[in-house]
């Protein structure tokens, strides 16, 4: 039997075993997910984001038993577990000055969300960064575990931690949203987030274009995100 011979009885096996699992829909949807989206991506990209201030005070509790606190590079396993970013990744944030704070019950991680300073990931801006200003920072990679959601933790910590980082001297932190993540933004309404700004970008091969449109009462993070997105 030939190397090609094995190949090709391997993928059968695979694609058998996942039709007995997930359906011929499901099948087709990985299929998609994992090989077509990545094919598409490399030629055609799309990205509208709503970006948003967080300034609400004073921030609610958290319930009982919940404590807030810094996180560190011993928390990054717990975070991949609860679908939160790579470790890898986490690694490399710490190394480039990002703050994590985390929210744990007893020794459960329940929440986990991202302070970016300096600089946050950004497709449309040059070299894939948008560089922030010293009094600015960004929320970035907010998590909770499927365990501790809707019980209001995840709302209660990310206004602390604004609050905190006010306190260190910071103007109201920034975020930003997919502009088609409905549940998200209602997330961020219903905290009291004010939507401040849109950006856009769309590629097609080496083409691209980016746009940035301030919102009413967001200009001056609009002209932060104008004097960079669209630039190469």
């Known amino acids: 039997m030939t190397d090609q011979t094995v190949t090709h009885h391997s993928v059968g096996r695979r694609a ?19 090989a077509i989206s990545p094919l598409v991506r490399l030629v055609y990209q799309r990205e509208e984001h709503i970006w948003v201030i967080i300034d609400v005070d004073p921030p609610p509790p958290l319930p009982d038993g919940y404590v807030l606190r810094r996180g560190g590079e011993d928390d990054l396993d717990a975070l991949a577990a609860i679908g939160g970013i790579a470790p890898a990744t986490g690694r490399a944030y710490l190394e480039a000055g990002a703050r994590l704070y985390v929210v744990t019950h007893g020794d459960d ?15 449309s801006a ?8 010293p009094e600015l920072v960004s929320f970035e990679d907010s998590i909770a575990a499927p365990a501790h959601r809707r019980g209001g933790i995840a709302i209660a910590a990310v206004l602390q931690v604004a609050q905190i980082e006010k306190a260190a001297g910071s103007e109201p932190p920034i975020s930003r ?13 219903k905290m009291g987030a004010r939507e401040v700004a849109t ?14 449109e301030p919102l009413p009462g967001g200009e001056h993070v609009a002209e932060l995100l104008a004097s960079q997105v669209g630039r190469r």
């Open 16 to 34: 058998l075993t996942s039709l007995s699992r997930h359906g011929v829909r499901g099948t087709l949807e990985r299929v998609h997910r994992r």
């Open 126 to 133: 040059p070299g894939g960064w948008l560089y922030l200003p």
């Open 199 to 212: 950006t856009f970008l769309r590629r097609i091969g080496p083409f691209r274009r980016a746009r940035v």
């Open 109 to 123: 991680l329940a929440f986990a969300t991202w302070i970016h300073v300096d600089r946050v990931p950004l497709a």
């Open 177 to 189: 949203i997919d502009a088609r993540n409905a549940p998200a933004r209602a997330w961020a309404r």
